[in-house]
């Protein structure tokens, strides 16, 4: 047996194991008290893994892809997984209660208050843990909010059912964020804004459009994103109350520090909300071979210490972190471990235990918390 295998062995016990007691098995047991989250920090966190014992099937884990000779390549899950990365505890489900007490946990211990759920539907897979993720987050003084995901057959329609379903069913819950900076809404983000003109947007977004949720019982802070150097025109237009910054590629004009600044005047002059959004890397070459112009590689953290510094010396009122668990594009701050397969030697955190972004996360948001 490898040492790999041996680490990945003793990290599986860590979670299985018991002593008769119900707490958190899995993750760092130096919590800090509830007053410590930072409730203005929103992590993107992915609710659609599964496992054959527990769903099935995997879900998530697997996968097909391609190498650079366009052939197809197949990754089943179990330790051959669709990432770049390998998870500490391996491959889990996201309907498992001790996956989620663990990733409360883990997120407890770094700081950050709110998770915000990718939603694909109330019909969709990733819907089943809602529920769950909810009642454990308030354990840990932990709020959920959601961002809509871009999934197929999304429609202005759907969305703004989404956000109707979500707070009609959620919205007294505990846990469900409210946030007092706004008039006390809630906030959803929207992945892959763009894919609806601004037209659209505003037919659900502006006070007369056809179905608006402004001045009902579902209005809500509608984040969009901003990804070319124009969107800020078009967030106003189409009635966002502010943006974040995702990226499509490295390229990405928003996902760049240096035009930063500039986005931040373009907010205050227009009254929009301005959410920078930190990555510690990208990689999803393990699916898309392909893609290796977008590869941003961590070196060593560095990387992501850049983004947090741009985005702290802006005093932005909200900061999203892409991501807790978005495995397969690489982004994720969840513990890592190193593994070698035949052909193939995951890449980890190059430190010993592989909790080096959940420390450095606690570090920043203790100098960024109001």
Not at 247 to 272: H, I, K, Q, R
């Amino acid at each position: 047996m490898t040492k790999n295998m041996i680490f990945l062995l003793i990290m599986t016990l860590l979670m299985s194991c018991g002593d008769g007691k119900e707490k958190n098995r899995s993750g760092p047991r130096d919590t800090p008290p509830m007053s410590a989250r930072s409730h203005d920090i929103h992590i993107f966190y992915h609710a659609g893994f599964g496992t054959p014992e527990i769903d099935g099937e995997y879900r998530s884990w697997n996968s097909e892809g391609e190498n650079k000779m366009g052939e197809s390549l197949s990754y089943p899950g179990g330790m051959d997984i669709a990432s770049s990365f390998f998870p500490a505890y391996g491959c889990y489900s996201s309907n498992d209660p001790r996956v989620i007490e663990s990733h409360m946990g883990q997120l407890a211990v770094a700081q950050t208050g709110v998770v915000c759920v990718l939603w694909y539907g109330k019909d969709s897979y990733e819907s089943r843990p809602v529920q769950m993720i909810l009642d454990t987050a308030v354990r840990y003084s932990i709020r959920v909010d959601f961002m809509i995901a871009a999934y197929e057959g999304r429609t202005i329609e759907s969305v703004a059912g989404d956000i109707r379903h979500i707070i009609d069913t959620w919205g007294k819950h505990e846990a469900f964020y409210i946030t007092d900076r706004s008039g006390m809404l809630p906030m959803f983000f929207i992945e892959q804004t763009w894919s609806f003109e601004t037209e659209v947007w505003a037919s659900i977004l502006s006070e007369k459009g056809t179905g608006t949720i402004r001045n009902t019982p579902f209005d809500a802070i509608l984040i969009g994103g901003w990804e070319d150097s124009g969107d800020g025109d078009r967030v106003l237009d189409a009635g966002f109350d502010g943006f974040y910054t995702p990226y499509s590629s490295a390229e990405t004009w928003g996902a760049d520090v240096t035009n930063w600044e500039e986005m931040n005047l373009f907010a205050m002059d227009n009254t929009l909300i301005f959410i920078p959004t930190l990555r510690p890397g990208y990689d999803d070459t393990r699916i898309h071979s392909w893609n290796g112009g977008a590869v941003i590689d961590r070196d060593v953290g560095e990387f992501y210490m850049t983004m947090v510094k741009a985005a702290l010396k802006l005093k932005p009122p909200y900061i999203s972190l892409d991501s807790f668990n978005h495995w397969q594009a690489g982004t994720q701050i969840e513990p890592a471990a190193p593994l070698k397969l035949q052909e193939f030697e995951y890449k980890n955190y190059r430190d010993e235990n592989g909790y080096r972004y959940l420390r450095v996360t606690k570090e920043w948001v203790k100098g960024f918390s109001r």
